[in-house]
T-cell receptor
């Protein structure tokens, strides 16, 4: 069974550009989460999908970030326009049952904004 | 607001030693607690999941305990090996919504 996969693994963009990160959760997992770690800080929650619906987006830093999960399968996280402070590692995770089962994380996308 | 701390921040031990990593959280109303390891430049690998109704979980040389009332969890690693070197993260699941992560313990096991 494939795990959570994220694409790209690395992205270097200039300030003001747009970047789209993709996450493919484990098949059958309704819950999909985005987290990020910025330099020197803890991993922080961004948002949570249940199927295609946003269950909780309280961690999204501002309106430059847009997450979608069309059809309840893969998800994208778009940053537009990117700022220097958006640099970090963006992790995606999925789980089967809310609060009851393990969460499985992807390898992360390392975003560098220059 | 849930806060998670981990001590020590870093630990270096000779191969073969048993060791304990500590995790503390401020709000005891949790759904579960999960321990992860992260190797440099890699993603997070799930080690153990403890439900709020459980006291401990074991997997191989790893044993994790949970004391909800005192807001503590420990990860015990028996007979440590150089391959155990990594950062160990404790994450608390609040109400089944999302994880709050601790800062991690960076472990080095010396051959």
């Amino acid at each position: 069974e494939a795990g959570v996969t994220q694409f790209p693994s690395h992205s270097v963009i200039e300030k003001g550009q747009t970047v789209t990160l993709r996450c493919d959760p484990i098949s059958g997992h309704d819950n999909l989460y985005w987290y990020r770690r910025v330099m020197g800080k803890e991993i922080k929650f961004l948002l949570h999908f249940v199927k295609e619906s946003k269950q909780d987006e309280s961690g999204m830093p501002n309106n430059r970030f847009l997450a979608e999960r069309t059809g309840g399968t893969y998800s994208t996280l778009k940053v537009q326009p990117a700022e220097l402070e958006d640099s970090g590692v963006y992790f995606c995770a999925s789980s089967q049952d809310l609060g009851q089962s393990e969460a499985f994380f992807g390898q992360g996308t390392r975003l560098t904004v220059v | 607001k849930q806060e998670v701390t981990q001590i020590p921040a870093a630990l270096s031990v000779p191969e073969g030693e048993n060791l304990v990593l500590n995790c503390s959280f401020t709000d005891s109303a949790i759904y579960n607690l999960q321990w992860f390891r992260q190797d440099p430049g890699k993603g997070l690998t799930s080690l153990l999941l403890i439900q709020s109704s459980q006291r401990e979980q074991t997997s191989g040389r790893l044993n994790a305990s949970l004391d909800k009332s005192s807001g503590r969890s420990t990860l015990y690693i028996a007979a440590s090996q150089p391959g155990d070197s990594a950062t160990y993260l404790c994450a608390v699941d609040n109400y089944g919504q999302n994880f709050v992560f601790g800062p991690g313990t960076r472990l080095s096991v010396l051959p």
